[in-house]
Every structure is written in C-alpha cells, then in structure tokens.
C-alpha cells in the first residue's frame, strides 16, 4: 500500500516578500504525527512544498493533506488532481475544520479537529471497505498516541527539526484565535502523560527543543512535572506561553531550569478596550514590563507577537508599539494585521457587520487588510505594519535593544539572535539551497546558552536556579 501526505505551500511563500528561512524553520510534524498510525509495511511518503518540489506525477493509493487557510487553493487543486486519477484522497487541518462545506467537494473523506483519535478509525473504516465522508473527533485524548514517524522527516531541510508538541489547544479563547475554532466540539486544551512526552524528548538527538504548542505553560501541574523531569535532561528549549502563566507562581523559573532559553509571548495589545473586545481576559490588568522584567531576569529571550487594527487602534500605534519593545529589550517581534479566520468569534461578527472585504483566502495571512477598519484607514494600517517591521529590525533599534540588557553575554546574544534572523538572508538562502541549513543548529544552540540570571525578589533567588545547564 502506497500513502503520500503532503503540506503545500502556502500562498505567501511565493511573495516576491518571500523568506525562505521562515518557511524552511519547522517539519510538518501533524503529518508526521498521523503517519505513525499507518502499518509498518506500507510505503510511505511525507513531502513539505516549502522545502522540496512536489512529485504529483505518482499515484498513491491513499493521500493525506494539510491544508490551513492560505494553502487553501492549492491544496484543492492538488486534490483534485489525485482524485481524478483514482486516488482515495483526505483532508484535514485548520481550514477544513473552520470550512468543511467547502473542502468537502474535493476529497473522499474530510477530518475536523484533531486526528488522533479519528485517523485510525478512518483507517479500519478504509480497509473494511466502509469509510465514511466525515470524521470529528469530540473525545480527545493523547492517550496511546504512537511514537511519531520522524523517520520520514528531511531532517537536513529544516533549522529545527527537533520539534515537539506534548499538549493540544490553549486554555484561552481569544476572539481572533484561528486554532481555538479548531477545537470546538470537544476538549480545548488537553495534555500527553508526562512520561510519554519525556519519552518522546529522549527521541530526539541533539541538545536543541521546540515546543510548537500554543501555551507549554497552560497546565501547570502538567508542566511543573515536565520541567521537573527536564532538569537533568541537558536541553535547550524555546516555546510559548502567555503574560498572565510568566507573572503566576513560580512556574517560569522552573522552566528556565530546564532548559527554557525563548519564549514566544503574546502581548497582542496594549488597549484594554482591544483586550476586552477580543475575549484575551488573560491580559487584562496585567503588568507587562513586569512580565518582561521577569523573562529578562532570567536570561530569557522574548519573541514578542502584536496584533495592528484592532478597532481601538489609532494611527500611534505603530510607534508606540516598536519603542515599547526597543525600550523594554525584546529580542526579535511579530507584527501581524488583525485577520477575521473562518471558524473564529472574529469571523462571525464581522460577516454579520458586513465588514469583510474580501474571501479570497490568500490573502488571510495577517500581512493584507482583508476587513474593513475603524480608526485606521486600510491603507495607513498596510504601511504602519510594513514601517513597524523595517523600523524594528533596524540595526539601530537591534543594538538599542540589545544594550536594554544588564549582562554582556545577554546583550551578545540578543545582538545575534535578532541580526541573524533578519539581517542576513542572502546568507540563509545559499544554505538552504545547499542543503546546509541543518549545520547551522549549533550556532542556534550556542546562542540558546545559559545567561546567569539576577535575581530581582528573595523567592526567585532561590538555590534551584542557576542548576541547569
């Protein structure tokens, strides 16, 4: 038996804006993840169009793709083709499940929500002869998940390939959150057993960790038993977690003991109006340069995530958005456009107040004004988000930032860490098209050391820090 599973690229990742090292960071693990459900002795072939040219010239006896929002087109093309030379053809993801009356016309069966449970289903259901057009999944668990198939990962294509989810959902629900509508139906936010995920960590070669999920710190009792376990472990780990889970307990010191080196932060907004209107309760009356100050104290290097147009956004926002992170030392920011998904609280209210512009999917990639705004014209919320990219990712705001630091080793690195991940493109694209991206991963892992942290309050001064490596 012949499966292929397969993540087109999407859209924006044929803009003439194109950076390839963003599309080549991370392997299509929820494939991956899928594929370890299949018989050991079927062939199987896994293809990401990021990194690779598609071979559609085969004909595989079931294909499997992935298809988020701005993929959306071509995935159904992709589909289309596959189906109309007999091949048995499956959708799933983010899209499908927000869209399901559109992606149904172009496959045999369509999965909504997670597959852990409905993919093996799916597949006895297959072999019996008796599949059905629509799997859902509202029971949720990562119990007896199989290891995943990293075999079939082209490890050397990827800057991370040691990528790791131990959780699924978020415990929030924040109005404009694509992944939240994912999970309608069923669990929101559900964890592996600790040992499982450990086990899955001791899997992978290397020092280097990404945890891709939305909130590592979401569970607390689940993560202060992971870290626990960390500690001895000799990883270096970036991931993500939000300013409420950084400022509650002790939690995020017990992470950067085992091995937490960056953490992707969602400041979104600094409107309380903006908060509130966008249902992210867990921002609200929070204190976010103490937030900050916290991962600082720790040696932590914070990618910050802002979202522009929100309706109490007014044409300052810009500015003040980009001084605030110079001044309060954010290692690298990601600047997005408000973007309504399908699926979404966001969404829903916006089709019913007729401020969507268009539905051309393509263009819902949180870099086009694809809704209509309030304080901000459409154009003058464009060039406000391509001036606050440019102007952040200055060599004068990099070194600004850098120096925001109290240790010299700190400032180094966030001085590398930011310069080379926007300055040297020319640089990340020969070693991508050399196939030498991977060799490159030291020097991540190098700039993820361990800065000894300063202790800003006797609690966190305590003798566990400073035991990991």
């Excluded at 109006?273 to 937030?291: F, G, H, M, P, T």
């Excluded at 408000?338 to 268009?358: A, D, F, S, V």
Aim: glycine letters at 6%; one cysteine or more.
């Amino acid at each position: 038996m012949h499966v292929k599973l397969i993540l087109p690229a999407l859209a924006e990742a044929e803009s003439p804006l194109w950076r390839p090292i963003k599309y080549s960071l991370f392997p299509p693990l929820g494939l991956a993840t899928l594929a370890a459900y299949l018989p050991s002795d079927w062939h199987v072939d896994l293809q990401d169009q990021h990194v690779e040219t598609l071979d559609l010239d085969d004909t595989p006896d079931l294909v499997i793709i992935q298809v988020y929002i701005t993929n959306a087109y071509r995935a159904y093309r992709i589909a289309d083709a596959y189906r109309a030379r007999g091949c048995y053809v499956c959708l799933g993801g983010l899209h499908v499940t927000s869209l399901p009356d559109e992606a149904a016309p172009h496959a045999d069966s369509i999965f909504l929500g997670p597959g852990e449970e409905t993919f093996p289903q799916f597949l006895a259901d297959w072999q019996a002869g008796r599949q059905k057009k629509v799997y859902f999944s509202p029971k949720r668990t990562l119990v007896g998940v199989p290891p995943i198939r990293r075999d079939l990962i082209k490890r050397h294509k990827y800057l991370v390939p040691n990528l790791i989810v131990v959780t699924r959902g978020c415990p929030h629900h924040c109005d404009f959150c694509y992944k939240d509508a994912f999970f309608t139906g069923g669990k929101s936010f559900y964890t592996q057993a600790v040992d499982d995920a450990l086990a899955e960590i001791d899997r992978l070669s290397g020092r280097h960790l990404y945890f891709l999920d939305d909130h590592l710190l979401g569970n607390a009792k689940f993560a202060t038993a992971l870290f626990a376990e960390m500690r001895g472990m000799n990883r270096v780990f970036q991931a993500a977690a939000t300013i409420d889970s950084i400022l509650r307990g002790d939690l995020i010191e017990r992470a950067a003991e085992a091995g937490l080196r960056s953490l992707f932060v969602g400041y979104e907004t600094f409107s309380p109006e903006n908060l509130r209107q966008s249902n992210k309760k867990q921002n609200l009356k929070k204190d976010y340069e103490a937030a900050t100050q916290r991962l600082h104290d720790l040696g932590i290097l914070i990618n910050g995530s802002f979202v522009f147009g929100l309706d109490d956004d007014g044409p300052d926002v810009f500015e003040r958005t980009v001084d605030w992170g110079v001044r309060n030392g954010l290692t690298t920011a990601t600047y997005h456009i408000l973007t309504p998904y399908p699926g979404t609280n966001l969404y829903g209210q916006m089709e019913r107040n007729g401020r969507l512009l268009t539905r051309n999917w393509d263009l819902y990639d949180t870099r086009h004004v694809v809704y209509q705004t309030t304080k901000l014209s459409a154009q003058k919320l464009k060039a406000g988000y391509d001036w606050a990219y440019r102007e952040f990712y200055s060599w004068k705001n990099i070194a600004a930032a850098s120096l925001s630091h109290d240790s010299p080793k700190h400032q180094l690195k966030h001085f590398l860490y930011a310069g080379g991940w926007k300055k040297f493109e020319p640089l990340w694209n020969v070693l991508i098209k050399t196939s030498q991206l991977n060799n490159m991963l030291p020097l991540l892992e190098g700039i993820l050391t361990k800065v000894r942290p300063r202790a800003h309050n006797k609690k966190i001064a305590s003798t566990r820090i400073g035991q990991s490596a």
